[in-house]
């Protein structure tokens, strides 16, 4: 019993806290690379656009992180659509692949633009250590990873309510199904463009601030997750956001528990070579099952 | 000779070696990208295999990692490209059938895996502490003529490299990999198999720029995980590639000079700023190219040189 609860205090927990993370990132980039048909390299720089803003509030008017984290997320959504706009939006006729290439300018722009205004030393949120909170028998959790899962959740049912509801979310889902059968039905494209990007951007700066807040605050914390969110996309299927929260949850767990000792007495995984879990996951998805496992499509 | 003569000629050659390994680099991306139409975001990967494989292999032996062997640093070259050809063919098996999207997200997973591997095993490569005693060729010949032979050495592997991309550009292999490039549907219903003719492709650009590492890791005599940052190996030669004329093999080599003026250039306007912001001019250096990279894609998307179209038979 007490080393279930050692487990999942140290190693499952965490992980569903990192799936969070992810899963708010992956959504944008399942979206984005449905409806727009492009992979959106600049997505982790979104995400850490969205932390340094919620950062801002926190250290020039004491808000807490919690309360930021709503300013944060109106400020990730409007940059994304600013960006969309100013960058992407000439390339809606190109082939997809010339699109990738200008996300990697935006990813330049953005994090230099971050690098500039912030400087690139470590930050944190808040200082100090708070005890994990008992919940029940030996079982504990951190209070950041209590708030930052159930923030998900709530932000997971909303997402839900609008996609399931809105006409802009059906309208969205259908686009993301086949772009060019909701186009001869009238959908005006150019507007689910623009939410598609008000989503992804809000929920890549929320899944930011989460990052920041769950660890540190640096130059390249939304780049580091890149892969990850790349590996749960493609594993929930491209196109379908329910999966891409399935793929986020899943890959987040399985690089926190790919580090206990299972055999012996060292981390099964080394902690430093998390990233490469997820980059396993991806690959075995690509041989073997391209369309995810919730059947995804295979651009 | 006059000692600001002498340092003016020497800035001159290092200006004119880089230039020749972007331009080294830029003709292996044009390889991919140019002929084919694959897009390779792990450039950085396979320039740090070649690089640490020619670290390892030529510099004198060390108790901080494997080797090194002490090879003579020609016999090296070979082996550093082996090495990043054998990483791209698996990648290139996996991805080369889907979407290009997809050899994307796989190069960039494999290249920052590469990284994390030579940055974390300290046995292998010396971890962030990097190998600094890579022999250079041509070194024994003392300043300046030890540096001119060398440059002379990598503006002949770029030239050697340029002939055989030309010569592959107008052959019945390069015909089929741009037919393909351009209508996979049309260049498959005529037999051409797809998959085999990409994943040529793809090794060979990616061995050339395992050469590209090779060379640079001897200029330097150095190779860390701060030589391998993405922005000065894959964004760089992106950013080169377009500006001179993806689908050119000459536009790809004045890409790499052009960029490569531009950023050494705002090095030398940057170094006169205040010192406060001298430490925040590489960044707004990365901006420029970030700027850069998206305007000219939007303006000029064909690049300086553009592709030529083939030359019609019927005259």
């Known amino acids: 019993m007490e080393a279930l609860a050692d487990f999942c205090n140290l190693y499952f927990f965490p992980g569903i806290a990192v799936g969070c993370i992810y899963a708010l990132g992956a959504v944008g980039i399942s979206l984005i690379f449905a409806i727009l048909r492009f992979a959106h390299f600049a997505h982790g720089d979104v995400m850490t656009l969205g932390a340094y803003l919620a950062y801002s509030l926190v250290a020039t008017l004491g808000w807490s992180v919690y309360v930021a984290l709503a300013l944060a997320v109106l400020g990730g959504a409007l ?6 706009q100013m960058a992407y939006k000439p390339f809606r006729r190109s082939p997809g692949i010339i699109v990738v290439i200008a996300s990697f300018g935006v990813m330049l722009v953005v994090r230099s633009l971050i690098q500039l205004f912030w400087g690139v030393d470590v930050l944190n949120y808040e200082t100090g250590i708070r005890m994990p909170v008992p919940l029940i028998g030996d079982f504990r959790m951190a209070q950041k990873h209590i708030i930052i ?33 909701a186009r001869i039905s009238g959908i005006d494209t150019e507007r689910v463009v623009r ?3 008000l989503i992804g951007g809000g929920l890549a700066a929320a899944a930011g601030v989460f990052a920041g807040i769950n660890s540190k605050l640096h130059p390249s914390v939304g780049w580091d997750l890149l892969l990850p969110l790349f590996a749960a996309a493609i594993l929930g299927g491209i196109g379908k956001p329910y999966g891409a929260i399935v793929g986020g949850l899943a890959i987040g767990v399985a690089q926190e528990v790919a580090t206990y000792p299972w055999i012996g007495d060292l981390p099964l995984v080394p902690p430093a070579y998390k990233n490469a879990v997820a980059f396993f996951v991806m690959v075995c998805m690509l041989i073997w099952r ?9 651009l | 000779m006059d000692m600001q003569l002498f340092g003016l000629i020497m800035y001159a050659i290092s200006l004119a070696t ?6 080294v680099l830029c003709l292996g991306l044009n390889l991919q990208w140019g002929f084919a139409g694959l897009f390779n975001a792990g450039i950085a990967g396979f320039f740090a295999v070649g690089a640490y494989a020619t670290a ?6 060390s108790p901080n990692y494997l080797g090194g062997f002490g090879w003579p640093p020609l016999l090296a070259l070979p082996i550093a490209m082996l ?5 791209a063919w698996p990648v290139g098996r996996i991805c080369l059938g889907l979407k290009g999207d997809y050899l994307a997200m796989a190069t960039i997973g494999i290249s920052e895996i590469i990284r994390l591997i030579l940055k974390n095993e300290d046995w292998l490569a010396n971890g962030t502490m990097g190998i600094s005693t890579v022999p250079r060729p041509f070194e024994s010949l003392g ?23 030309e010569r592959a550009w107008i052959s019945p292999w390069g015909r089929a990999m741009r037919a393909i490039r351009d209508n996979e549907l049309a260049a498959a219903a005529i037999g051409k198999d797809v998959v085999r003719f990409r994943l040529e492709a793809f090794v060979i650009g990616s061995m050339v720029m395992g050469l590209g590492g090779a060379l640079s890791a001897m200029y330097f005599k150095f190779i860390g995980s701060s030589a391998t940052e993405p922005l000065l190996t894959t964004f760089l030669v992106w950013v080169m590639l377009i500006i001179g004329g993806s689908g050119n093999n000459r536009g790809a080599m004045v890409g790499a000079g052009l960029v490569w003026l531009i950023w050494s250039g705002t090095e030398l306007l940057t170094n006169r700023l205040p010192a406060e912001w001298i430490t925040r001019s590489s960044y707004m250096r990365a901006l420029l190219i970030g700027i850069l990279l998206i305007v000219v894609l939007q303006r000029f998307a064909k690049g300086v040189l553009p592709e030529k179209p083939p030359r019609r038979i019927d005259g």
């Open chain 1, 79 to 84: 940059a994304s659509v600013l960006i969309d």
């Open chain 1, 149 to 181: 899962i159930v923030v998900s959740i709530v932000i997971a049912a909303s997402l839900h309510w609008f996609l399931s509801r809105s006409r802009m979310g059906k309208a969205m889902r259908a686009m993301s199904d086949d772009a060019d059968l």
């Open chain 1, 195 to 197: 939410w598609t990007w």
């Open chain 1, 290 to 298: 391209p369309t995810g496992i919730f059947r995804g499509r295979v």
């Open chain 2, 18 to 23: 880089m230039f020749g390994i972007y331009g």
């Open chain 2, 56 to 61: 390892i292999l030529t510099s004198p032996e």
């Open chain 2, 83 to 87: 090495l990043s050809g054998l990483i």
């Open chain 2, 143 to 165: 300043q300046p003529w030890g540096n001119v032979a060398f440059l002379g050495f990598v503006l002949l592997v770029m030239a050697i490299l340029y002939l055989a991309a």
